[in-house]
T-cell receptor, first 113, second 112 residues
């Protein structure tokens, strides 16, 4: 599992409230990613980080912000949650070596009502 | 957009080999072929990757054609627990700035 922990695993929140999802890794990987997965769209990249305080946007970044103040934690924040952000969110890390393989966490299920 | 083409679904009898094809005709010389699978409600699971040589690990074998325009993932003895969506992804090794781009994959159903 490449030492990835996502929290919370399940959350229900109301429209307009802020929500933060946390991805924690224990193996000092430089690159971390946030994806979302929706029926009919597959997995889509939201944001990624290539080091402490270094982040960049992915394919579907609108409505999301991220922060990485420590190597081990990559936070995804929905400043004002909307129903369209109801989804499953996956964190991933890049493990270096041959092929630079990406490994995923178990997911965080978010429902915005 | 995904650079690969996979059949939307396949069936395989339990205990038989499952052969999942993937076309990647526009692959470039420095791009690897990666295979992941996703079992319902779980995070994508890395299976195997290769550049041009055939590869084998404890989970599967990857056969890449000589022209590298297609590949086949082989699960030698499929079990019911191998029922999942399988994704074939082409990606340059380069750096982490090149994230995975997922297509729709192949839904493999292993039948008892």
């Amino acid at each position: 599992d490449a030492g990835i922990t996502q929290s919370p695993r399940h959350k229900v929140t109301e429209t307009g409230t802020p929500v933060t999802l946390r991805c924690h890794q224990t193996e000092n990987h430089r690159y971390m990613y946030w994806y979302r997965q929706d029926p009919g769209h597959g997995l889509r990249l939201i944001h990624y980080s290539y080091g402490v305080k270094d982040t960049d946007k992915g394919e579907v970044s609108d409505g999301y912000s991220v922060s990485r103040s420590k190597t081990e934690d990559f936070l995804l924040t929905l400043e004002s949650a909307t129903s369209s952000q109801t989804s499953v969110y996956f964190c991933a890390i890049l493990q270096g070596g041959t092929g630079n393989t990406i490994y995923f966490g178990e997911g965080s299920w978010l429902t915005v009502v | 957009d995904a650079k690969t083409t996979q059949p939307p679904s396949m069936d395989c009898a339990e205990g038989r080999a499952a052969n999942l094809p993937c076309n990647h005709s526009t692959i470039s010389g420095n791009e690897y072929v990666y295979w992941y699978r996703q079992i319902h409600s779980q995070g994508p699971q890395y299976i195997i990757h290769g550049l041009k040589n055939n590869e084998t690990n404890e989970m599967a074998s990857l056969i890449i054609t000589e022209d590298r325009k297609s590949s086949t993932l082989i699960l030698p003895h499929a079990t019911l627990r191998d029922t999942a969506v399988y994704y074939c992804i082409v990606r340059g090794k380069g750096s982490g700035n090149t994230p995975l781009v997922f297509g729709k994959g192949t839904r493999l159903s292993v039948i008892a």
